[in-house]
């Protein structure tokens, strides 16, 4: 597995070299001062063996990535009942659109974009206090990376929240349309700080090995969720883990992925390994340019795609 370590050494290499890294986003204040020099991967192996180059132990703010995670405790907590609320079909539009949601009823159309996640959000709320929720989530992580130094970073969850009109309007709306059962600001309150989870590579790619691994926990051999369950995470990450570019991404990289505003990409690969990339620019729809590109060069050098019969390396 040395040549892993050689290969990211080379994509981190290659990465800092580059100077059109995209935009850090700029509509969450504390977001935008983050530095777009900063890039970091880490991949975790079936076999458990870690692997990391670059900034992989920075903690960033995973942001839309949390949304995995909030789905996997939702469906936990709801099981399928929860198809009732939210779709499974990509967007094709914005994360943080609006547009769908008057003609299909307040039913997002799935998890990860904006209106779907604050759906699971109120889901995982389960009409208890916003504190206990988001100290749910925040045991759910550390549990999964094995890693008690997991925190929210409670600048960018008031940032976000002092900024967050949009997500104040989706949630307005889907409230009118009986799709959420706790108060609005109870529910953002939850989401806000979902998203302000910080997190390096490293942790991050220890949390998502359970995706890769039929839903168990290696390091503990606890079942996080059924195989199936695990499967269709997987499924919507392919195809609705970027928004409207979740295509593209899967054309150039063929794992699921999911990306967040922070510029962190979780990516997938059944069987093989849990990666997290990071980098603070962002392409025109909001997911981290070399981040993406990173994971292409990857996915490239090593085989690894859900579409390749052989799943190399
Ligand atoms: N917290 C961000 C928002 O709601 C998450 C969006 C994202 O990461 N794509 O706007």
């Known amino acids: 597995m040395a040549d892993l370590q050689d290969l990211l050494d080379t994509i981190a290499a290659d990465m800092a070299a580059i100077e059109e890294r995209g935009r850090s986003a700029d509509y969450i204040p504390a977001l935008a001062r983050v530095d777009p020099a900063r890039f970091g991967i880490a991949v975790v192996t079936a076999e458990g063996h870690s692997f990391t180059a670059g900034d992989a132990e920075t903690p960033f703010s995973i942001q839309s990535i949390s ?21 499974r079909e990509p967007s094709g539009s914005a994360f943080n659109s609006i547009v769908q949601l008057e003609f299909e009823h307040g039913i997002p159309r799935n998890p990860f974009i904006n209106a779907g996640a604050i759906v699971v959000a109120d889901a995982v709320l389960d009409r208890g206090a916003p504190q206990g929720a988001i100290g749910e989530l925040l045991r759910f992580m550390r549990f999964l990376a094995e890693d008690d130094a997991v925190e929210i970073d409670i600048e960018v969850a008031g940032s976000e929240a002092r900024t967050g009109f949009r997500n104040l309007a989706l949630a307005n709306y889907m409230k009118a349309f009986g799709n959420l059962r706790n108060a609005v600001d109870d529910v953002l309150n939850v989401y806000f700080n979902q998203c302000a989870l910080a997190m390096s590579c490293r942790q991050l790619a220890m949390a998502g090995r359970y995706l890769s691994a039929d839903g168990l926990h290696p390091g503990t051999g606890h079942q996080v969720i059924s195989a199936r369950r695990a499967r269709r995470v997987g499924a919507l990450m392919l195809t609705c883990g970027h928004y409207d570019g979740s295509g593209e991404f899967a054309f150039r990289v063929g794992i699921p ?44 050098a090593t085989g690894w795609s859900i579409f390749n019969g052989g799943l190399s390396i």
């Not at 949304?67 to 779709?87: E, I, P, Q, S, Y």
């Not at 849990?274 to 070399?290: D, K, M, Y």
């Open 67 to 87: 949304k995995v995670f909030m789905l996997t405790l939702a469906l936990g907590k709801h099981g399928d009942a929860l198809w009732r609320r939210v779709g």
């Open 257 to 300: 992925g999911k990306s967040g505003v922070g510029g962190g990409i979780l990516g997938i690969v059944p069987g093989k390994a849990s990666i997290a990339v990071w980098s603070p620019g962002l392409n025109e729809r909001g997911n981290s340019l070399l981040g993406s590109l990173a994971l292409e060069r990857l996915s490239e």
